[in-house]
Nanobody, 124 residues
Framework: QVQLVESGGGLVQAGGSLRLSCAAS????????MGWFRQGPGKEREFVAR????????YYADSVRGRFTISRDNTKNTEYLQMDSLKPEDTAVYYC?????????????????WGQGTQVTVSS
C-alpha cells in the first residue's frame, strides 16, 4: 500500500508558475514509477508526466513538454511537478500516481495508487 498526498495547487495568472508536491508513505517510494495526471472540467483524466524509479528518465505529454518539469527526491519520499508558463488550458485537478512500472507509464490503467488531487486554476 502507498498513500499519496498532493499539495501546492492554487490560482495563478497565465504565464505564472506553480510547484506541486506529492508526499508518499507506506511501501518503499523508490520501488515505484511516479506520474502526474490531470482532469479538466468535463474531460477525461489525462497523462501529464512520469519519472522513473531513480529519476534518471522522464517523459512528458506534448502539451506540457518544455513548460513542466517532473522530479523526485527518494530521500524525502516526494515527487514534484514544476509548472512554468502556465496557460488557462492547464486548469485542472492534478493527481499524482504510483506504478510498479510495467508499461510506458502514460495511461491511467498502469497506475495502482492515486492521490486525492489538487486544484490548479490559471486565469487569463
Amino acid at each position: 500500500q502507498v498513500q499519496l498526498v498532493e499539495s501546492g495547487g492554487g490560482l495563478v495568472q497565465a504565464g505564472g508558475s506553480l510547484r506541486l508536491s506529492c508526499a508518499a508513505s507506506g511501501r518503499t517510494f523508490s520501488d515505484y514509477v511516479m506520474g502526474w495526471f490531470r482532469q479538466g472540467p468535463g474531460k477525461e483524466r489525462e497523462f501529464v508526466a512520469r519519472i522513473s524509479r531513480r529519476g534518471g528518465s522522464t517523459y512528458y505529454a506534448d502539451s506540457v513538454r518544455g513548460r513542466f518539469t517532473i522530479s523526485r527526491d527518494n530521500t524525502k519520499n516526494t515527487e514534484y511537478l514544476q509548472m512554468d508558463s502556465l496557460k488557462p488550458e492547464d486548469t485542472a485537478v492534478y493527481y499524482c500516481a504510483a506504478s510498479l512500472g510495467i508499461g510506458l507509464g502514460t495511461t491511467v490503467g498502469e497506475y495502482t495508487y492515486w492521490g486525492q488531487g489538487t486544484q490548479v486554476t490559471v486565469s487569463s
